[in-house]
């Protein structure tokens, strides 16, 4: 006699319980590899001064090797987010930690400009679609109240790794050159990346929505608890779903989120040009003003590192008050670059509000992308949090170009602050109205409306696993 089929609603499952084991492993996997991330994609803006000098590099070869790879992880964030949501987000995770692990070691070899262009692009190509992929497959497996929390502490890894890639270069290549900072970061890269071959697992949601492995989603779910003695002849289903047949760019603007998307596009392009902007001209922008080589990349690290924090400490209001939140560091970057731009800040405070424009500027950047992807459902959480992290990063091509603009154009070079101001007023603006739009929904983490919008509308029907 065989045992009655169960019905099991895994999101209300993963919804009602606190986190467990299995979600802090997932978060330290996810928390290392955009470390090495971080590590990979910060590390040029640390090794440019070398690099300058060895190779004769002018200040807008400069910011096009600075741009090209974030153009690479504009590309890079679509492509490989749409693969995630495709063919799941483990293999998608594990083709972008190794392909980025061996070409920042590749990198280490370049010889020329155009090979630098190159390879900066493929690297930022394959490390663009680390970020979304991440964010999903957390997402997918924590409860809603803390989806904006889970997300910044994984983006603390990119943040440290950023704050790494200056003592890193300091310590290595004055005795082994720059080519030592990357042959160590890709290598280290490489080894992380076997890790998450080893250990990572799929997302649940991601499998039932797509009607996959009851076997494998039984196996994960007994993983997060074994007392859920789930089998693979059980039916599992998400209750807050529907399945997408197939879903599609337009499926990012069903619904509110046809205001929604294009707002966190833009509020997303405004943080990430301040970000890139800072993170590739902070170091020379300070050896302009006389600083030194040594002491320009410890600030920067600094300004890196308290940035991460501030942008924790800012999520626990943001999983409580929403995106309304997200509007209050750049509501006080704008007037804090404003009177470094103007110079108005006595010399002997000048580093002290240099550090603090970082503070805000990672912070509100942390901010922005704690929303991301949580507004949409599991079929296409990977492709709207890549594409709004691929379109927000055509914002952060233009940092490192308008930095090599303004230090080649003769202009005082503080006034690169008090241009900077404009970024954060465009992401306060655009938070408070994306507080708006999803005070309309029954809370912030109610996305049930949506998904059945794009479920009514995509041909889609209750997400379930076959038996």
Known sequence: MTAETRTIDVAGLLDDRRLTPFNYKLILLSWLITLFDGLDMTMV?????????ELGLSKYMLGSVFSASVFGMVVGGIVLSSIGDRIGRRPAVLIAAFAFGILTILTGFARSYQELL?????????AGGMLP???ALNIEFVPRRMRATVVTIIMMGYSFGGVASGPLTNLVAPHFGWQGVYFIGGGATLLCALALA??????????????????SVAQILNRIDPAFAATASDRFVLGDE????????????????????????????????????????????LEELQVKRSTAALISSTSGLVGAFAGLLLMRFTDRLGPKAVAFYPAIAVPVLL?????????????TFVVLAGLLIGGEHSGIISITAIFYPSAVRA???GWASSIGKLGGVMGPLAGAAVLSSGMPVLRAYALLAVCPAILFVGALSIATVVRRRRSIDQVAPIEAIIGTQSGGKPAATAT
């Open 45 to 53: 803006s640390y090794t440019a001064p070398y690099m300058r000098d």
């Open 118 to 126: 190159a390879l900066r692009f493929l690297d930022g190509f394959a």
């Open 133 to 135: 992929l991440a964010w």
């Open 198 to 215: 080893a250990l990572l697992p799929e997302s649940v949601r991601f499998l039932i929505n797509k009607g996959r492995s009851p076997d």
């Open 242 to 285: 529907t399945v997408v047949a197939r879903a599609s760019l337009k499926d990012l603007f069903r619904g509110d989120l046809a205001l929604l998307t294009p707002l966190l596009w833009l509020a997303y392009g405004a943080s990430s040009l301040a970000i890139y902007f800072s993170s590739s001209w902070g170091p020379l922008l």
């Open 339 to 351: 009177l470094l731009g103007l110079g108005l800040v006595p010399p002997e405070l000048f580093l």
């Open 383 to 385: 492709s709207g949090g």
